[in-house]
């Protein structure tokens, strides 16, 4: 009897699409921190192959995950019923080979980025849901995206690239801490949400950046704010993962700071398109 064929939103739903243009606006942030043309084929190979990054990731999330997600989220695609186990991990394990490959295409720091980047999505699957630091990891992960976009569009990881990655780190560590909360509808201590302003400490230079970049800096921390909101009072059933999607969401507010504080005010605005985006696209599939 041949298998029966996997539904399209069944793969949308394991890659957590919806939340790709935040992956999107970070190569775009990353390649204008580094001096490097946004709007060339080389930035667009970088777009792909840190797509594959993204969605191969989440393949293995589900497939690391697919015991405790029988018993906590029984509708995730594989205790469903719906894909096959061993058929999402080869799927995640070789996108992210196809997304090794094509940094490998750009020159040799950027496939040193995307083998760390590999290395630390495969230990984050392996290891987060026992370890007290994994957040941070989750964290590297988005850091060594801007690492690699930089390094494939430049040639170098430079200072402002570093700075603007690890202040991303200190956000997505925050925002995961929230987030292995999910399930529980609560969030423990709200001490790691501290880590969210970190990105608007850095990008505090936007304040002389004229009116734009003044709204674009005030947009990411009346957002965060709301975020926090939600998970320190949780004023309705579902707050927490309310609060999560919104987050993630706000990662591309935290590229469009970056990009505001550098003055670069068109790729901001942009960014901030990627910020709507994906609350759009979480309509349809969830961000989480």
């Not at 993204?54 to 594989?78: C, H, K, Q, S």
């Not at 999402?88 to 196809?98: K, N, S």
Request: aromatic share 8%.
């Amino acid at each position: 009897m041949a298998a029966a064929a996997v539904s399209p939103v069944t793969l949308l739903r394991l890659g957590r699409v919806s939340n790709l243009p935040t992956v999107w606006t970070n190569v775009l942030a990353a390649t204008v921190l580094a001096g490097g043309a946004w709007q060339n084929a080389r930035t667009g190979l970088v777009l792909i192959a840190m797509s594959l990054f993204y969605v191969g990731g989440m393949y293995l999330n589900d497939y690391f995950d697919r015991t405790i997600d029988a018993r906590e989220r029984p509708g995730r695609p594989i205790p469903a019923g719906d894909i096959a186990a061993n058929a999402v991990a080869a799927a995640g394990f070789a996108m992210l080979c196809a997304g090794i490959v094509m940094l490998a295409a750009t020159g040799v720091l950027a496939a040193v980025m995307g083998l760390i980047l590999a290395a630390l999505i495969v230990a984050y699957n392996l290891f987060h849901k026992g370890v007290a630091l994994s957040p941070v990891t989750m964290g590297l992960c988005r850091a060594f995206v801007y690492f690699g976009a930089a390094a494939a569009v430049s040639g170098e990881v430079s200072r402002p690239v570093m700075l603007a990655g690890f202040a991303l780190t200190a956000y997505v560590a925050g925002l995961t801490y929230a987030a292995r909360q999910e399930s529980l509808d609560r969030v423990g201590n709200l001490w790691p949400l501290v880590l969210l302003a970190a990105p608007m400490v850095l990008a505090l230079p936007a304040l002389r950046e004229g009116a734009w970049a003044i709204v674009i800096l005030l947009g990411l921390l009346g957002w965060s704010a709301y975020a926090v909101y939600l998970l320190a009072k949780r004023p309705m059933p579902g707050a927490v993962p309310r609060a999560v999607g919104a987050l993630i969401a706000g990662i591309s507010l935290v590229d469009a700071t970056f990009l505001a504080g550098i003055g670069a005010i068109m790729p901001a605005v942009a960014a901030v398109a990627g910020f709507v985006a994906t609350m759009a696209l979480q309509r349809y599939i969830a961000g989480t």
